[in-house]
């Protein structure tokens, strides 16, 4: 038996996630693991199954391994709400015999409504089906990824990436994601960020994105990639400097307030 388990956190999932169960319907058991999303979200998602776990874990391999556990399955499925399983693929799961471990997925991208034909990980893979017994575990509480026992195949039908569909999204992710980003590099003792390192991450994010993974071959959507994935690497980093400062810039302002207030300036 296949379960499916995705997650639901954003907002914007409402536009998505209704799709993703739709194409999950081949599928005996759909788990969904729920880390504070809207109740529009959850709405859609008990449309489709009654098996919906909260989960108040920030770390995404912890999300993911919930969703084993709860899982009943002999083949776990895991896929994003933004992600679409083919017909093709579905079929190729469906008539999957158990002689691997584990799979990787032919993963196509869409960004901003654009085949993403270009890049360092063109074609991309990504291992998403697993005999339970034979996941270890995920690992990574951001870019998670998964520990498997045995031998690793390909399938090659396609997992369709639905993905930024408009800047906006993009900038509030980018938002929500540096803090954790910012606090992982604190954690490590990241060196003091001064501003020759700023200038340093977002040209290096540049020439990765547009030259190394030719990015500059996407046309107008490469461009805007790149330079919004430049953008979200430099707000990691300003946001790791502002953590990094002895006097935290609220006290900085509360004590000018009070110099304001008395005189003294």
Sequence with gaps: MISAITFIYWPEE?????????????????????????????????????????????????????????????????????????????????????????????????????????????????????????LLEWAGDIHESSKVQGEVGKLDGPLYHLTHRDIFSMVAKTINFSEREADLRLKVDHPSIVWWRLVRVILTELFNRLVKMQGFRQGTEGWIDGLLQSFSLFIVYARLWEKQQKTPLSQKYKELDEKILSGLI
């Design 14 to 134: 409402v536009q998505v996630l209704e799709n993703c169960l739709k194409s999950l319907s081949f599928c005996k058991e759909i788990i969904v693991i729920d880390n504070g999303a809207p109740p529009e979200v959850f709405n859609i998602a008990k449309k489709y199954t009654d098996k919906i776990y909260k989960s108040g874990d920030q770390s995404f391999a912890a999300r993911h391994n919930l969703g084993k556990e709860k899982a009943t399955g002999d083949w776990l499925l895991y896929v994003d709400s933004d992600e679409r399983i083919s017909k093709k693929l579905a079929q190729e799961i469906t008539n999957i015999k158990g002689d691997l471990s584990a799979y990787k997925l032919l993963r196509i991208n869409y960004f901003l409504g654009k085949e993403v034909k270009f890049g360092e990980n063109v074609p991309e893979y990504v291992t998403r089906l697993f005999q339970k017994d034979k």
